[in-house]
């Protein structure tokens, strides 16, 4: 922090449908500034060839709709307007967007899957709408796969007293490189509760943000992610309270082995003077499993207000407690056993909350092989 | 019929020396208390012969009989049939109780329970301990009270059957009540008469309610006095004073 410093919420004052409003970063702006460009394969500088192709395929829970439509949809860009150049070029560059719908009181008897699978590794563009309407409720699966150059910006849309819950594996291979913006746009009374999974890729950078357009809007926004060898994974967060008596709860907890394993997290609330009533959390943790990993986490929590309900973060990255392991292992324990039951337990809280069990198996899993490797 | 032997052992801690030449004997169908002052390194004993990173051995033997118990790994120490009831449990987020235990007794017997056999096993631990049920399902030592921590120990005491157990200071920290109950699993584990015990206290209160056969006086790093039930009232009644005097 130096004297140059700014509050948050002038920062993120800064959003445009157009190309030219965001200039190409070039590394020293403070929201690029963790984010290695020379591996975005041109994703933030025009340089990219859109020769990529990044398969949607939606098996969706029949009470909802599911289109594809044009650029010129209404719907498209309506609750979500870029944020920063990536997101933009994003934002000009698809072709075709997938708008699924959830009608007015609706609730889904299954889980929505929405397959993204990467075809090769030119660049591609995409967009994705949710609409839930007023009281209805759902749970939207993203999961990502294959081999892809990829950037995209999602928009969830959740209703007056609607519930969404998403869940958004970025469970790609080794070689892909995501940047994707993900954000919700709540009702009065709405709920959302997003879960962000995230294992796979070369640099996968996530964007989730949130705002509020009544009271009692609540969004619980969890993350895991393991960071391997050489993988860039970054979790941006944005909470921006500017109506009263609104709720957020952030837990984002990684584990990074290897060398040149980077994981970063930002996390930004802003309450705004308006914002009264606000009550907000937000944790991270990150466990660093082996020498030549590195996790960079930042929490800025901007309050505007006097009259909050509660405000906090915490973030907290270490290395194992050797104390538990000690425990462990006095009970004959094996050493590799001990490991696994106690990064199994650092995760176990947050993997509990996943909804849709055959995700949570599939979570489960997949720390698991992480943990084998 | 099993014999922990320690001979001559002194130890450092970040190079300041703790033990001072300790000797100690503990056979099967006996229970040893071994007593002494805050600091004199009684913990220091403890954690060593269990193969706590932070204890260095700088000579000496410790064997279980006639194994090497220092070339082992914490691990293969407990497989071989040494327990060390801790003072302080720590607290290991998300991994519950009953995972814990299933793992502990999976790798000390060599072969996982049958699932059934094995609830049954935990349910008739934990009801001889008072422990409630749904303890089960909590998360290891997490927010667990003084006494449910030291209950806990002595429930995996009595699931993983060791050759020698050492009990830190399992009394600190308990009312009359649950120190009762503890004493009783120590009492039930002793009985079998294959095993051994080394009871590390400061007070002579639990030597009430487990009989020692043998009280060793610790002070400044080493055993300085040696005797019978007949030693723990004698400190009951004079305390430590003339001891730590001694080595002044």
Redesign the interface.
């Known amino acids: 922090m130096g004297l140059d410093t700014k509050p948050l919420s002038t920062l993120r004052g800064k959003s445009s449908y157009k190309l030219e409003d965001f200039p190409v970063p070039t590394g020293r702006e403070e929201m690029w500034r963790f984010t290695p460009l020379s591996r975005l394969r041109g994703l933030h500088d025009g340089t990219a060839t859109l020769s990529g192709n990044v398969v949607v395929h939606v098996e969706a829970a029949p009470e909802v709709s599911v289109e594809t439509v044009g650029r010129d949809d209404a719907r498209v860009g309506k609750a979500y307007t870029p944020t920063d150049r990536v997101s933009v070029q994003a934002f000009t560059s698809f072709e075709k967007a997938t708008v699924i719908t959830v009608p007015k009181e609706a609730v889904t008897s299954k889980a929505t899957v929405i397959n993204l699978r990467g075809e090769g590794n030119g660049a591609a563009y995409g967009h994705i709408v949710i609409v839930v309407e007023p009281l209805a409720e759902a749970v939207i699966v993203l999961d990502h796969q294959g081999s892809a150059v990829y950037a995209d910006n999602v928009e969830f849309v959740v209703g007056d007293g609607a519930t969404l819950k998403v869940v958004s594996l970025q469970d790609w291979a080794r070689d892909a490189v995501h940047v994707s913006q993900h954000h919700a746009h709540l009702g009065r009374d709405a709920t959302f509760k997003s879960f962000v999974v995230t294992m796979g890729g070369d640099l996968v950078r996530l964007s989730p943000s949130v705002s509020y357009t009544g009271r009692g809007g609540d969004a619980d926004l969890s993350g895991l992610y393991f960071v391997d060898a050489g993988q860039h994974i970054e979790h941006r967060l944005l909470v921006d309270h500017t109506v009263p008596d609104c709720r957020s709860n952030v837990d984002y907890r990684g584990a990074l082995q290897g060398d040149e394993a980077h994981a970063v997290w930002i996390g930004d609330v802003i309450i705004r003077v308006e914002a009264t009533g606000t009550d907000t959390y937000e944790l991270n943790r990150n466990l660093i499993l082996t020498d030549g990993a590195r996790a960079d986490s930042v929490p800025n929590l901007e309050i505007l207000t006097g009259e909050v309900a509660g405000a906090g973060h915490a973030s907290a990255s270490g290395r194992m407690?050797?104390?538990?392991i000690?425990?462990?292992?006095?009970?004959?324990?094996?050493?590799d056993?001990?490991r696994r039951?106690?990064i199994?337990?650092?995760?176990?809280?947050l993997i509990e909350k996943i909804e849709v069990e055959e995700i949570r198996d599939r979570v489960l899993a997949a720390v698991e092989a992480e943990l084998a490797r | 019929m099993s014999t922990l032997e320690i001979r001559d052992l002194h130890v450092a801690v970040e190079d300041k020396e703790i033990l001072r030449g300790v000797n100690l004997t503990v056979s099967s169908g006996e229970t040893h208390a071994l007593m002494g002052p805050n600091g004199s390194g009684k913990s220091t004993l403890a954690y060593a012969i269990?193969?706590?990173?932070k204890y260095t051995i700088t000579s000496g033997t410790v064997t279980l009989d006639g194994e090497d118990v220092l070339s082992l790994?914490?691990?293969e120490?407990?497989?071989a049939g040494l327990f060390?009831a801790?003072q302080y449990?720590?607290e290991?987020?998300?991994?519950s109780v009953s995972?814990?235990l299933r793992?502990?007794v999976t790798?000390?017997r060599g072969e996982a329970p049958k699932l059934r056999a094995f609830t049954k096993e935990l349910k008739a631990g934990m009801d001889a301990l008072s422990i409630d049920g749904a303890f089960a399902q909590r998360?290891?030592n997490e927010g667990f009270s003084g006494g449910e921590k030291k209950r806990h120990e002595i429930l995996?005491l009595e699931l993983?059957k060791p050759k020698i157990a050492i009990l830190d200071e399992t009394d600190s920290g308990l009312d009359v009540d649950a120190l009762r109950v503890v004493s009783e699993g120590v009492n039930r584990f002793g009985a079998s008469g294959d095993t051994g015990v080394l009871l590390i206290t400061h007070y002579t209160r639990i030597l009430r309610y487990v009989k020692p056969d043998f009280v060793h006086v610790f002070s400044a790093g080493r055993i300085v006095e040696e005797g019978g039930p007949e030693l723990a009232d004698k400190l009951e009644a004079e305390g430590y004073e003339h001891y730590t005097k001694a080595n002044a």
């Open positions: 407690d050797d104390e538990h000690f425990y462990l292992q006095a009970r004959g324990i094996p050493y056993e001990a039951l106690v199994r337990g650092y995760f176990a809280q | 269990a193969g706590h990173p790994t914490v691990d120490r407990a497989r060390l801790m449990p720590v290991v987020p998300g991994v995972n814990f793992s502990a790798a000390v998360n290891l995996q993983l």
